[in-house]
């Protein structure tokens, strides 16, 4: 850098140009702004002094940003056209770029001169929330405000010709990862700035003592005295508030540069925070965030006007952030950079998730007090907009100029264009996201170390359904639990371990209730190992007693029944039993009760299969009921050698003596407990899902956009308001 | 906690059908009972017990 020595045009004072390529030095002395020419030094005229906005920067401070050192030569003041100031640092690089620093309410954006001038369309042709084409960057941009700019103070060097006083038009961009833009339309060709937001320690000089000395400063609350009744005032974030009202006499006052006038007298009483101002809680991350102002605002909805609460929050480090309160329901709301915001009229993307809209209105404020970072005023509009996907929100707030009076009142016209027709009487002049996260109420006290919040009745637009999880659950207990039953039928045993024929008889009439053994007449069992066909009990029942229903003597002369006892065979542990019947019933039925009977250990289980098939034609049409076969289950029995009890009942008037078989089968596969395990596991998530579908009908009922609002109920709507 | 209960008793159902398949265990009320000592040593053993079934209680 070549330093060049002066003296001030206008007082004569020593004034340096340290960097080479600086075009202005403001005199340190006189606040004159000196400009270098080709010839001579030009007094461009006085700037105001800087007002001490607690930054943590200064002229003098040097950095590396990405590995290049700078130095911060200049620092100027710019005032916003609806209020509010902010700052512009001159970094000049070592690499000899400049580069334009900005600071707003905490946040930082660098920006670097494009080498060459870029068309850009003209400023009355940009629309907030729109994108713009033509700048050279990687990813889309959008303008996220337009607006004027004035020159209030500056001090240092300054790389272009700064004059004070001077009123420009700026338009900020936006786009995805951060990056940030602005053009300059004070110059024309208009000049673009193109670079990203950036934090204290990206630029290298978060750990500086300059830093820390300014935080310390800027965190100290400034005392001051209402000009209306002379009460006590105090600023919380003196450096950064535009508008407060009187804890006192409830005036809203102007702040401006320290200096308070007395705007409006506000109706006292008419809205309390639940949280006082002033109270001091903590947010995720450990943030300690102080509620510093409180406002409510509405909106209209179908003739009713729906109120909620709005918390300002703020700490230094942090910025500003928002506590939202809707009926009962909070929010913890924090800026999101319009270019990060994929827009469309239905859907918004952010961050890869999909935000469908729950409402566009236009919001007014209807109460105020404490401090804000704006111009606020009662009364004031905004067009919001509200995108959900739980149980986060997506904000956008459009403000501008309102032209109330080419708003067109009519009557009997749908919503949506009555929602729309408000919304043009706003000029878009600034765009805003915010990204509101769902709060409980419990998390709300515990951040301020408060009880007794009330509890909230309805369901809010972008309160999450804390049961979602059990979706998970149940899908990977039903996955496990298919598995192994799939597992289960694939491999099962499948073992037949006895089967056998039997052929039934009449019995003798006298005496007529006396059950017989019968023989098998087909050795099907001879294939078992331990069935030998040579051990068929072939000797007539030693049965002491008759069967209790012999005993009973219920049978009826007209129904059979004998008792088979089989060979024994063997039944292997933890395998259950399909019994199945077999018999060739024909308009008749068959009952056979069994007990497979453990000859070791006594152990009896008991069966019973009723056969019956019936068939027929009756008034031209046959018809036939029943099956000739039949199977059971059995809980898997102890291992062992069994015996089996056979007892088969048939009708005996009916022509022909059935034959029966029976099959026993070990291992055999069954949907049953598998249908049971998957119809238990799906009881409670099927209740859950039917309370989450009752739960999202009630989270969009106030919306106008419900997607579950029928036609039917859309016509309804439509004729009431006609 | 609904979710954790629901993890809880879904991981108790899924033990169960665990359970009753390992072991073969079907749903039924098919009755098992155990013969007494006498009557197993008594002559005829199981022959000469009563047992006992509901019958049938169908047919035309």
Not at chain 1, 162 to 170: K, N
Not at chain 1, 206 to 225: D, I, K
Not at chain 1, 335 to 345: I, Q
Not at chain 1, 536 to 552: D, K, Q, V, Y
């Amino acid at each position: 850098m070549t330093a060049l020595q002066a003296n001030c045009p206008a007082c004569g004072a020593d004034v340096t140009f340290k960097s080479g390529s600086s075009v202005v030095v403001v005199c340190e002395y006189c606040k004159s702004v000196v400009a270098r020419t080709d010839r001579a030094l030009e007094d461009l005229g006085k700037v105001a002094e800087i007002v001490e906005s607690g930054s943590p920067l200064d002229v003098g401070l040097a950095g590396v940003y990405r590995g290049v050192a700078f130095e911060l030569t200049g620092r100027a003041q710019l005032e916003h056209a609806a209020g509010g100031m902010w700052d512009e640092w001159y970094a000049a690089f070592a690499d000899g770029r400049w580069g334009w620093l900005a600071e707003a309410q905490g946040r930082f954006f660098l920006t670097y001169p494009t080498p060459s001038p870029i068309e850009v369309p003209p400023f009355d042709a940009l629309e907030p929330g729109r994108g713009i084409s033509g700048i050279p960057v990687a990813v889309p941009l959008v303008v996220m405000e337009k607006g004027e700019a004035r020159m209030l103070a500056a001090r240092g060097e300054i790389p272009y010709r700064l004059v004070p006083g001077e009123v420009y038009p700026y338009a900020d961009l936006s786009g995805q990862g951060g990056v940030f833009g602005t053009i300059d339309y004070g110059e024309e060709p208009p000049l673009v700035y193109i670079g990203r937001e950036i934090t204290l320690a990206e630029l290298g000089i978060a750990e500086t003592a300059r830093a820390a000395e300014h935080e310390a400063r800027r965190v100290t609350a400034a005392q001051l005295q209402c000009p209306q009744c002379a009460g006590p005032l105090e600023l919380r974030a003196p450096d950064k508030t535009e508008r407060v009202t009187c804890p006192n006499c409830g005036s809203l006052l102007d702040v401006n540069q320290g200096n308070l006038r007395f705007l409006e007298a506000l109706e006292p009483g008419k809205f309390t925070p639940t949280i006082p101002i002033g109270v001091t809680g903590e947010f995720k991350g450990g943030q300690k965030l102080t509620v510093i102002g409180f406002m409510v605002r509405s909106v209209e909805f179908e003739g009713t006007r729906y109120f909620w609460e709005e918390y300002l929050l703020y700490d230094p480090p942090v910025g500003f952030r928002w506590l939202v309160q809707s009926d009962n329901h909070w929010s913890f709301v924090e800026p999101v950079a319009p270019g990060e915001v994929t827009d469309g009229d239905k859907i918004v993307r952010f961050r890869g998730k999909s935000f469908k809209i729950f409402q566009d209105a236009l919001a007014r404020v209807e109460h105020v007090a404490g401090e804000f970072y704006w111009k606020v005023t009662t009364g004031e509009l905004v067009r919001a907009a509200d995108f959900i996907n739980a149980p986060e929100m997506l904000s956008k707030e459009v403000s501008g100029t309102e032209l109330i009076g080419q708003r067109k009142r009519k009557k009997h016209r749908l919503h949506q264009e009555q929602q729309q027709e408000e919304q043009n009487h706003l000029e878009a002049e600034e765009i805003n996201w915010s990204l509101g996260t769902y709060m409980s109420r419990r998390d709300v006290e515990r951040a301020f170390g408060i009880t007794g919040l009330p509890v909230a009745l309805t369901v809010a637009p972008n309160q999450p359904f804390f049961h979602s999880k059990i979706y998970g659950y149940w899908g990977l207990l039903l996955v496990i639990t298919l598995a192994v039953g799939m597992l289960t039928i694939v491999t099962g045993a499948r073992r037949k371990i006895f089967e056998q024929t039997f052929s039934l008889q009449l019995p003798a009439p006298s005496p007529p209730a006396t059950p017989q053994t019968l023989l098998p007449i087909t050795g099907a069992n001879s294939a078992l190992p331990n069935a030998p066909r040579s051990r068929a009990r072939a000797t007539p029942t030693p049965r002491t007693s008759p069967t209790p229903r012999a005993a009973a003597t219920t049978v009826r002369e007209s129904e059979g029944t004998q008792v088979i006892f089989t060979e024994p065979f063997e039944v292997r542990g933890r395998q259950n039993i399909r019994v199945t019947a077999r018999s060739n019933v024909d308009n008749n039925w068959l009952f056979v009760a069994g007990d497979l009977i453990n000859e070791e250990t006594g152990v009896v289980q008991q069966f019973e299969i009723p056969l019956e098939y019936y068939y027929g034609v009756e008034d031209g049409e046959s018809w036939k009921e029943g099956d000739r076969d039949k199977s059971t289950y059995l809980s898997a029995l102890p291992g062992g050698t069994y015996t089996m009890r056979l007892e088969a009942q048939w009708e005996g008037r009916r022509a022909g003596v059935p034959r029966f078989s029976i099959l026993l089968e070990q291992g055999v596969p069954r949907f049953l407990n598998l249908f049971l395990a998957l119809l238990a596991l799906s009881a409670v998530p099927v209740l859950v899902l039917i309370y989450h579908i009752m739960f999202e009908h009630r989270r969009w009922a106030d919306s106008a956009f419900n997607p579950y609002a029928t036609a039917t109920e859309g016509d309804d709507s439509t004729e009431s308001d006609e | 906690m609904l979710s954790k209960i629901y993890l809880a008793l879904g991981v108790g159902i899924l033990v169960l059908y665990l359970a009753a398949t390992w072991s073969g265990w079907e749903l039924g009320n098919a009755r098992r009972q155990v013969l007494p000592a006498d009557v197993r040593n008594s002559p005829g053993g199981y022959r000469s017990f009563h047992f006992w079934h509901s019958g049938y209680r169908g047919g035309k």
